[in-house]
């Protein structure tokens, strides 16, 4: 890179959530290292600084907020839908000031925005700056919410009640099913309808990229660069290409030195990521069966996501009981650390696309609980593309959990799944190296800002 090319700034706009910040944050840092400065416009609701790993980031963070009354009654999808509406003029303003401070606006490369930031996309369209989406999902979950947007609302509801329909493959998304498809838990499907209309209006847009690899998803790759008929770049998994710590809640790195204590490829990593809720029924199945399956565990209890409770006080004392012999518990871990240790032998998660890479990235193999949108499509991923994973359906109950931990860790299935777990590790490796699909990916993305070409 010449000396004036080092100076282009790249403007992010992430999504105030751990699962979206992260990916973008990383996707920052590979930028960095490719001589770009880094911009990031928040919105009030974030917290990510650069005392967090991004010393070299500006960071500016635009007004709007929601009101308290907004704020207590909209559920998630809402809540993104309003931002959406109160940020688009802060928004312009912002990034009309960036450039004029700048003298001229041909220094600003481009402005990525995280698909569901979709208020991002008016300005640079004005201002003529080339704007690209950032998927934090992967492709297959990107084609499903193009499908979804454009399904009869009543009609598809009709068939989400039947049980026959929602065990059925939906046409066209195959090995899909219809129970697989992202609808979400935090909203209904008119509003699901609705926001994957918006974020899937990629019209303005001169590029999309995704954090995942071809070796992962190759059909649902060409199947959108198709679609979209702009370039899209699979560039991750990103945690790999270019780690970077961005967490939003402090780390408890004690479980570290407890998990050196364990025999290798022994302990069952809990967790549902950083929205994911559990009921006092469910959480005294869980621990009964971990605790049946003889197993050590490390589970993740965020302090609020056991309904009317601030953590764990309102379980009662046969919770302490089954989780005392052989369970360690924290608010929140350093999952990649955990990940990476030896003892770890299975991943009981949510399947959040930032924790199914991640497990994929360090070879441990999953049991999938999936709780909404794109993690019901990672689940049944695992399971059935790759067969790294199997799920936990159904009603939790202590006996099914209690044989999946087995099925995982002591049976010869087990073996055989964390073979294909190492072996998949392996490719996604190699798809960061140099000459590899992602690295080079990313190279033509540069490459592309680097001509001005995008
Ligand atoms: N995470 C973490 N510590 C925890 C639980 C989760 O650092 O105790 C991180 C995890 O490594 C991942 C992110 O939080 O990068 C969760 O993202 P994901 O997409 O898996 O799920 P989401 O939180 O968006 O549902």
């Given at each position: 890179?010449?000396?004036?090319?080092?100076?282009?700034?790249?403007?992010?706009?992430?999504?105030?959530?751990?699962?979206?910040?992260?990916?973008?944050?990383?996707?920052?840092?590979?930028?960095?290292?490719?001589?770009?400065?880094?911009?990031?416009?928040?919105?009030?609701?974030?917290?990510?600084?650069?005392?967090?790993?991004?010393?070299?980031?500006?960071?500016?963070?635009?007004?709007?907020?929601?009101?308290?009354?907004?704020?207590?009654?909209?559920?998630?999808?809402?809540?993104?839908?309003?931002?959406?509406?109160?940020?688009?003029?802060?928004?312009?303003?912002?990034?009309?000031?960036?450039?004029?401070?700048?003298?001229?606006?041909?220094?600003?490369?481009?402005?990525?925005?995280?698909?569901?930031?979709?208020?991002?996309?008016?300005?640079?369209?004005?201002?003529?700056?080339?704007?690209?989406?950032?998927?934090?999902?992967?492709?297959?979950?990107?084609?499903?919410?193009?499908?979804?947007?454009?399904?009869?609302?009543?009609?598809?509801?009709?068939?989400?009640?039947?049980?026959?329909?929602?065990?059925?493959?939906?046409?066209?998304?195959?090995?899909?099913?219809?129970?697989?498809?992202?609808?979400?838990?935090?909203?209904?499907?008119?509003?699901?309808?609705?926001?994957?209309?918006?974020?899937?209006?990629?019209?303005?847009?001169?590029?999309?990229?995704?954090?995942?690899?071809?070796?992962?998803?190759?059909?649902?790759?060409?199947?959108?660069?198709?679609?979209?008929?702009?370039?899209?770049?699979?560039?991750?998994?990103?945690?790999?290409?270019?780690?970077?710590?961005?967490?939003?809640?402090?780390?408890?790195?004690?479980?570290?030195?407890?998990?050196?204590?364990?025999?290798?490829?022994?302990?069952?990593?809990?967790s549902l990521g950083s929205l994911g809720r559990m009921e006092?029924?469910?959480m005294?199945?869980?621990?009964?069966?971990?605790?049946?399956?003889?197993?050590?565990?490390?589970w993740v209890i965020r302090p609020g996501s056991i309904p009317g409770s601030d953590w764990t006080?309102?379980?009662?004392?046969?919770?302490?009981?089954?989780?005392?012999?052989?369970?360690?518990?924290?608010k929140w871990?350093?999952?990649?650390?955990?990940?990476?240790?030896?003892?770890?032998?299975?991943?009981?998660?949510h399947?959040?696309?930032?924790?199914?890479?991640?497990?994929?990235?360090?070879?441990?193999?999953?049991?999938?609980?999936?709780?909404?949108?794109?993690?019901?499509?990672?689940?049944?991923?695992?399971?059935?593309?790759?067969?790294?994973?199997?799920?936990?359906?159904?009603?939790?109950?202590?006996?099914?959990?209690?044989?999946?931990?087995?099925?995982?860790?002591?049976?010869?299935?087990?073996?055989?799944?964390?073979?294909?777990?190492?072996?998949?590790?392996?490719?996604?490796?190699?798809?960061?190296?140099?000459?590899?699909?992602?690295?080079?990916?990313?190279?033509?993305?540069?490459?592309?800002?680097?001509?001005?070409?995008?």
């Open positions: 890179m010449d000396k004036k090319q080092v100076k282009r700034r790249i403007v992010l706009v992430p999504v105030p959530a751990q699962g979206h910040v992260t990916p973008i944050m990383q996707l920052g840092k590979a930028l960095h290292s490719k001589g770009f400065s880094i911009t990031v416009i928040q919105t009030q609701y974030n917290r990510v600084s650069s005392s967090q790993d991004f010393s070299d980031f500006q960071f500016l963070t635009i007004p709007g907020t929601l009101t308290d009354s907004d704020l207590k009654t909209l559920g998630a999808l809402q809540f993104l839908m309003k931002l959406n509406e109160i940020c688009e003029a802060s928004f312009k303003h912002c990034l009309s000031q960036l450039l004029q401070e700048q003298g001229s606006g041909d220094d600003i490369a481009c402005v990525i925005y995280d698909e569901y930031m979709y208020f991002s996309a008016a300005a640079p369209k004005e201002f003529q700056l080339p704007s690209v989406v950032f998927s934090t999902t992967n492709a297959t979950a990107f084609v499903c919410r193009s499908v979804l947007a454009k399904v009869n609302a009543d009609k598809f509801l009709i068939d989400m009640k039947d049980p026959e329909v929602q065990n059925s493959l939906f046409p066209g998304l195959d090995p899909l099913r219809y129970k697989d498809l992202p609808t979400s838990a935090f909203g209904t499907i008119e509003d699901i309808i609705k926001l994957y209309g918006e974020a899937v209006n990629t019209r303005t847009a001169s590029a999309v990229i995704i954090n995942s690899a071809s070796c992962l998803e190759s059909s649902s790759l060409s199947r959108l660069q198709l679609k979209l008929q702009v370039p899209v770049y699979p560039i991750g998994p990103l945690h790999i290409a270019a780690s970077a710590s961005s967490s939003l809640l402090e780390e408890d790195k004690s479980c570290i030195e407890w998990l050196n204590k364990q025999k290798p490829r022994t302990v069952i990593y809990i006092t029924k469910d005294l199945e869980m621990a009964s069966g971990l605790s049946n399956s003889n197993q050590p565990f490390l006080e309102s379980l009662p004392e046969e919770f302490s009981k089954l989780v005392s012999e052989r369970g360690y518990i924290v871990a350093p999952q990649m650390e955990v990940l990476r240790n030896p003892a770890v032998g299975g991943f009981l998660s399947c959040g696309w930032n924790s199914t890479l991640e497990s994929i990235g360090e070879g441990v193999p999953m049991i999938c609980r999936p709780i909404t949108g794109d993690q019901k499509v990672n689940a049944r991923y695992l399971e059935s593309v790759w067969r790294i994973g199997v799920q936990l359906e159904g009603e939790l109950v202590k006996e099914t959990v209690e044989r999946v931990v087995k099925r995982l860790i002591v049976d010869e299935e087990g073996a055989d799944i964390r073979k294909r777990a190492i072996d998949l590790k392996e490719k996604v490796e190699a798809s960061v190296r140099s000459g590899g699909s992602s690295c080079s990916s990313l190279h033509n993305f540069v490459n592309s800002l680097q001509t001005k070409s995008l």
